[in-house]
């Protein structure tokens, strides 16, 4: 099936270059030029991933994300961010954006982006739904069912975005094991750029601030100092 990607962007000339990179890609590419017109475009249509610049008129990005993550957690959300835009870019993940590449940027370097974001989940796919393994990862009171996208906390629901399942999975994979910030990127997002530290570490606290009783205090994801992060293993829980 063809992947459909929206580009929220009041940029012009910069929709038509990309246009023609993703259509190259064999991506269905539409185009909003104003925030309004772009979060109708995502409350009424269904794309496999969103590009969304932060500087719109009528309605800034940070807004469109808001909005967006109150209906969809799962749709990915890629962010368009100008190198001053450093707070932004971290209240943009904190908003639920799953990624952000900085202006300007190489047209390599976001195609790269855009191919990761969406081979992630077919990745999971392929990996977990259609192999002999099990299709749930239970540690303690923590369920993840992987064929579902699905999480319950002492039998209640968690809302994740699609990243934060994918970065969950990932450590609930390998309880124990350490990474740095680079391997996550690699191994979660799926690309190897310097200077996004920004994207692992929001992410990481937005995942405690949902599946920890005490985020300052967790019990899944423990940080290694002067590291990075790792899953609790079974004896710890």
């Known amino acids: 099936m063809e992947e459909k990607i ?6 012009k000339d910069l929709v038509e270059l990309l246009e023609i990179h993703i259509n190259d890609l064999g991506y269905k590419l539409e185009k909003a030029y104003d925030g ?13 991933l969103v590009i ?3 500087m719109l008129p009528k309605l800034d990005g940070l807004e ?25 870019k971290i209240l943009g993940l904190e908003l639920g954006a799953d990624d952000y590449i900085s202006k300007p940027f190489s047209i390599r370097e976001l195609i790269a982006r855009i ?12 990996e977990f739904v259609n192999s002999d393994d099990k299709k749930e990862i239970r540690h303690d009171d ?30 609930a994979s390998h309880p124990g094991r350490s ?15 310097s200077g996004y530290d920004h994207t692992v570490n929001s992410h990481i606290n937005r995942l405690r601030s949902k599946i920890e009783q005490d985020p300052a205090n967790p019990r899944f994801v423990k940080t290694v100092w002067g590291y990075g992060y790792r899953f609790a293993e079974v004896e710890e829980l």
């Open 64 to 88: 469109v994300c808001k909005r967006i993550r109150i209906d969809n957690k799962a749709l990915p959300i890629l962010m368009l961010t100008s190198k001053a835009e450093e707070m932004d």
């Open 36 to 48: 309004e017109s772009g979060l109708a475009n995502v409350q009424t249509h269904k794309y496999d």
């Open 179 to 193: 990474y740095t910030r680079e391997e996550l990127l690699v191994n979660v997002w799926g690309y190897q750029f």
């Open 6 to 11: 929206l580009i929220i962007e009041d940029d």
């Open 115 to 126: 191919k990761a974001s969406l081979r992630s989940v077919q990745a999971l796919k392929e």
């Open 142 to 171: 923590l369920l993840i069912n992987l064929e579902k996208r699905k999480v319950l906390l002492a039998d209640k629901k968690i809302e994740l975005t699609a990243k934060e399942f994918d970065l969950l999975v990932h450590f």
């Open 52 to 54: 969304l610049d932060l």
